[in-house]
């Protein structure tokens, strides 16, 4: 028997639409068909953060991953040096097309609307529907023009891409 919210009361499997699939745990449940945005996606906690989502969560639907031009590489070349981490290993052995969910997007905290292209800014609010905001500076000595943009702006450019979010379940920032 299958009850309004399509748990089948006997087994816990779920069905929908005549296909029938094992329920997770709550986070994969709470993660299934989403699609997160991410700040930061290339600093150290930002691969460790990517990795345990793709890897715990395999029916996450995309990950956004804002990413600044660096020395002429295109975002797709920043994906591959991603990619190449010896974070991934462990999925690229049990999921070798997992990076197919990465989607990289040009742009820089530091700038209003988080340096996003209009179309970029406006494909994120209406296909987000999770926040991690990771990106900062974190040198102690770094100069006050620089360490503002990035840690304070930042951060407020992102509360305002969270409001404009039309599916957002929630946003978490460091």
Do not use: W
Request: net charge positive.
């Amino acid at each position: 028997m299958v009850s309004e919210t399509g748990l089948s009361q006997e087994s816990g499997a779920m069905a929908s639409d005549n296909i029938t699939f094992s329920r997770g745990t709550d986070l994969q449940e709470f993660y299934r068909n989403c699609n997160v945005f991410v700040t930061g996606g290339t600093g150290f906690i930002g691969k460790v953060l990517i990795e345990k989502l793709l890897r715990s969560c395999p029916a996450i639907n995309k990950i956004y991953v804002v990413i600044r031009p660096k020395r002429s590489k295109s975002p797709e070349e920043r994906k591959e040096e991603l990619i190449k981490c010896s974070v991934f290993d462990v999925l690229k052995a049990t999921n070798p097309d997992f990076h197919q969910k990465l989607v990289m997007v040009p742009g820089d905290c530091s700038l209003p609307k988080i340096g996003l292209s209009p179309s970029d800014y406006e494909m994120l609010t209406q296909q987000v529907n999770i926040i991690f905001h990771l990106a900062a500076t974190v040198k102690f000595d770094e100069k006050i023009n620089i360490a503002i943009p990035m840690n304070i702006g930042g951060t407020k450019e992102i509360i305002d891409l969270g409001r404009a979010c039309v599916n957002l379940k929630v946003s978490l920032s460091h």
